[in-house]
């Protein structure tokens, strides 16, 4: 299959080792991954504060590179439910109404293209480690991916998997959220930390660097004893 790589741009400009595990994990598995350098973000932030004329532009550059792909893989459920629900919302009643509806059948967060498309849930990965898992929110209730990080994640050689009581509560980022609300973000954020150290785990993994980065923001700034991780730096441990 000829996959298109949708790298989110926080990605591209903090983690880039993310986006080059997923293109590691899809060609290991006998994929063509193709990259369009003219995408850029996808329109979220503007999106989201509610600037929908300024965010169109922006998702119409992605509608237009786009509108060839065969499919498109997300490493972010933030972004995946931007395409795959937002879009339509966004261009509702407009000229490129259809091509977002479109463009929202063809792409696939990471974990439920792997599980769910490939039918793909053991990628022989290797991380002895003990950890929690964070759903983030757009997955988690936008996209209902639940299930999927975590079918992976059982069949990774090593790996120690526990639960929290906060696995599915927010972790305070929220894009522009936490630059307006600091002190509301911060506090959400050590919710999300102190249930995962309080298991003893090692590291703090999920789908969405969104959500990483806020976190390990916190944890640098308070020097707390756990690390985080994108589910797919984990699953490309195949080697290590």
Not at 161 to 166: A, H, I, K
């Amino acid at each position: 299959m000829r996959v298109t790589l949708f790298v989110p741009c926080y990605i591209d400009a903090c983690y880039p080792r993310v986006a080059m595990a997923v293109v590691h994990i899809l060609e290991r598995l006998g994929h063509d991954v193709l990259f369009d350098e003219r995408i850029t973000c996808c329109g979220q932030p503007a999106f989201n504060s509610g600037y929908w004329d300024e965010a169109r532009p922006i998702a119409a550059k992605v509608l237009n590179t786009l509108a060839t792909s065969e499919c498109v893989i997300i490493p972010s459920g933030s972004c995946g439910a931007m395409i795959k629900v937002f879009y339509s919302q966004l261009f509702a009643g407009h000229p490129q109404e259809n091509a977002a509806k479109s463009l929202a059948q063809r792409t696939y967060e990471f974990a439920t293209f792997l599980t769910n498309v490939l039918g793909v849930t053991d990628l022989g990965a290797k991380f002895p480690a003990r950890a929690v898992y964070h759903d983030g929110c757009h997955g988690l209730r936008e996209l209902g991916c639940k299930r999927e990080p975590r079918l992976l994640l059982k069949n990774v050689q090593g790996l120690d998997l526990v639960e929290t009581n906060e696995a599915e509560t927010c972790c305070g980022f929220g894009g522009t959220f936490a630059a307006k609300f600091p002190s509301i973000s911060t506090a959400m954020g050590e919710v999300k930390c102190a249930s995962a150290i309080e298991t003893g785990a090692e590291y703090i993994i999920s789908a969405d660097s969104s959500c990483l980065m806020h976190l390990q923001g916190l944890i640098d700034r308070q020097k707390l004893p756990i690390k985080t991780i994108h589910l797919a730096e984990v699953l490309d441990t195949v080697n290590s």
